[in-house]
Each structure stands twice: as C-alpha cells, then as structure tokens.
C-alpha cells in the first residue's frame, strides 16, 4: 500500500527525532522532501513529543541545519501543554520539567508553581531529573486536580540514532509513587497536534499526512485521526512504509 493522492493532501506533518534529525544532524535527503512537499503547494508542520526546548528554540535549530521553516510551523508536545493550561485555566502549576519547559509556560502567561502544594502537576521530558525533582512531583500528584503528561513514550532516537528513555520514564514514576494515572496525555499517539493543526488551517483531518519513524506514537495518531501516514525505516505491508526519508522523494 505505498501509493497515496497528492491532490488530497493539504498539509504534511513530519516528526522531528529519528525523521528530520538524530540529536544535531539533519537526515540525508530531509530537507528535499520539505522544499518537495512545498513545491506541490502543501503546508507543512514539523510536530515532536520533546518537551525540553521551546518552539523558538526548535525553529532555531531546524533553522541552522538549513530547515526552510516558519517558527509557527514547530509544533511540541510542551508549547501544546502551554497552550492548553492557559485556555483550560489551569494555574498554579508545578512542572517536571527543564527550565525551558518552565519558560514556554510563562511565555504563554501560565502561572507556574514550583512548590508542593500546587494545585496541578504538568510532567514533561527532563533528563536531568533528581531524587528531590521525584519528591516535590509525587507529593504535589497526590493531591492535584490536574496531572497533564507530554507524553508517555518509552523510548526515542537521539544522537548517532541511539535509543534514550523518554517522557514515560518520568510519568511512570509519578504514576506509580502517587497511585494514580495521568489525567491527559497531550504528545503523540493522542491526536491533539492534529486537531490543533485542523482548527488553525480549517482542513480535516483526512487531508493531513502524518511521517514519521514511530508507529507506536506517529502513525497510531494518525489512524486515530483518520489522516494519512507514512512510516519510515520499517517494511510493513500493513502500513505504507519507507525505508528512508529521501524515498519519500519518488513517492510525490
Ligand atoms: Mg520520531
């Protein structure tokens, strides 16, 4: 099942680990399928489960590896939860987090906490998590109206395309000390990125095709969503699969 109509498409949305880059270095043949898909007349997103960095700082490192990129289309994990804390109304907010985490949060002008006895918990991707971290986070779980996670991924591919623990290494801690679950996931396999990039372009989501190089977060969203998808690095007859991104290239 490797064909799709490009006609039907209206916007490409690509992962960023493992399908744009590994840790600092661009994927031979990325940035041609980009400026490709562009050329067709699609819109494009570039969508990470990755709660470290903000936006801006994601949009200057697509930039600097020759990306052709508009800050608004760098979709994270972390800017969502942002964006859905403040419309939600959920301040008084601790975040398990890196401090630029914490910084996306105050950008968008969300109250954050970093004491016990917050109201809301937000767990994000923070590898440089201490036992105290671990302490104050549990403790303010056990008592908090709102435990939002990134995202719960195992695993991801960073440098020299090398797996790292994920997100879910951090919310099964919280989860487990605290004895209860997340109350929202917000980063992929939820179909939230999408719904956000539907209401901004007024498509539907069938028009959307999702790539990327994990099936259980990219291409899981994307049949929850009904929207195309194409997974790279596997051959699945299942799945309209690619084993690199530049073989995209023949595909459009
Ligand atoms: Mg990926």
Not at 186 to 194: A, S, Y
Not at 205 to 210: A, D, H, K, R, Y
Request: some cysteine.
């Amino acid at each position: 099942m490797n064909n799709f109509n490009l006609d039907e498409i209206e916007i490409v949305m690509f992962d960023l680990d493992g399908t744009i880059y590994y840790g600092d270095k661009i994927i031979p043949g990325a940035n041609d399928v980009v400026k490709q898909f562009r050329e067709c007349g699609k819109r494009v997103y570039f969508t990470t489960n990755n709660s470290t960095k903000t936006r801006k700082q994601i949009f200057e490192r697509l930039i600097k590896m020759g990306v052709d990129v508009l800050e608004e289309e760098v979709l994270s994990s972390g800017y969502l939860a942002a964006k859905y804390a403040k419309k939600h109304q959920f301040d008084n907010i601790y975040i398990l987090g890196s401090d630029d985490l914490i910084s996306e949060f105050r950008n968008e002008g969300v109250e954050v906490y970093q004491k016990e006895d917050a109201k809301n918990l937000l767990i994000g991707y923070y590898p440089n998590i201490t036992y105290e971290d671990m302490t104050i986070a549990v403790r303010v779980a056990m008592n908090a109206d709102n435990i939002i996670a990134c995202n719960k991924e195992r695993v991801y591919p960073g440098k020299d395309a090398k797996l790292f623990p994920g997100c879910g290494a951090m919310t099964s801690i919280i989860e487990w000390c605290a004895n209860r679950d997340c109350d929202l996931v917000i980063g992929k396999p939820n179909t939230m990125m999408i719904t956000y990039i539907c209401n901004i372009n007024k498509v539907n989501s069938s028009q959307i095709l999702v790539i990327g190089d994990t099936y259980e977060s990219d291409i899981i969203m994307a049949n929850e969503a009904g929207s195309q998808s194409i997974l790279i690095g596997y051959k699945d007859k299942y799945v309209r699969s690619v084993d690199r991104i530049s073989d995209i290239l023949d595909m459009i």
